[in-house]
Antibody
């Protein structure tokens, strides 16, 4: 079955860096685009970034552009989010999600359980 | 940036009642690009509806998505106890950011 397992979260000081990983299994990872979506405590969902299946195209939310980098290693079935210059407002649970399409309709059909990033001094 | 506005913020209903949730876009969204998710406390979102009206695998037929252009709806025809949750719409328009609505909480009255 499809599984996505995030790791790498924790407590980090402002302006520091952190790298999140998302290990995928149960499907052909290299066939799918992947997202990162985050959720601040008690708040709604915020789309963060997407990467195409071959890594050729990446998009970011304005709130993280220039500070976060999404990447993937299809040989390791793993998605990454490198986060630099972290701010208090980046505190959130970070989810990775598979991005699939069916007849022109696209969606995130599988999600990991998330990893919590807390930015605090 | 395309903004999605969901209403109401909270819906207080009893099991067995009908729930109607709204998602309004700041500009027209292709039907194929509108998605609904359900989220329960402590859990990741769960795909409910894609392409505005197509139920995802395993989603009961009491969940009905509809709408077009800038106005979309999610209807739960008869609320079951497990349906009390937060519901988000999201658009996958041509160019990111692929924004979410702020969510509608469906709570027990």
């Amino acid at each position: 079955q499809v599984q996505l397992l995030e790791s790498g979260g924790g407590v980090v000081q402002p302006e520091k860096s952190l790298r999140l990983s998302c290990a995928a299994s149960g499907f052909t990872f290299s066939y799918y685009g992947m997202h990162w979506v985050r959720q601040a405590p008690g708040k709604g969902l915020e789309w963060v970034a997407v990467i195409w299946s071959d890594g050729s195209i990446r998009y970011y939310a304005d709130s993280v552009k220039g500070r976060f980098t999404i990447s993937r290693d299809n040989s390791r079935d793993t998605l990454y989010l490198q986060m630099y210059s972290l701010r208090a407002e980046d505190t959130a649970v970070y989810y990775c999600a598979r991005f699939g399409c069916n007849g022109g309709a696209c969606y995130s059909d599988y999600w990991g359980r998330g990893t919590l990033v807390t930015v605090s001094s | 940036e395309l903004v999605l506005t969901q209403s109401p913020g909270t819906l207080s209903l009893s099991p067995g009642e009908r729930a109607t949730l709204s998602c309004r876009a700041s500009q027209s969204v292709f039907i194929s690009h509108l998605v609904w998710y359900q989220q329960k406390p402590g859990q990741p979102p769960r795909l409910l509806i894609y392409g505005a009206s197509n139920r995802a695998t395993g989603i009961p037929d009491r969940f009905i998505g509809g709408g077009s252009g800038t106005d979309f709806t999610l209807t739960i025809t008869r609320l079951e106890p497990e349906d009390f949750a937060v519901y988000y719409c999201q658009q996958h328009d041509n160019s990111p950011p692929w924004t979410f609505g702020q969510g509608t909480r469906v709570e027990v009255k």
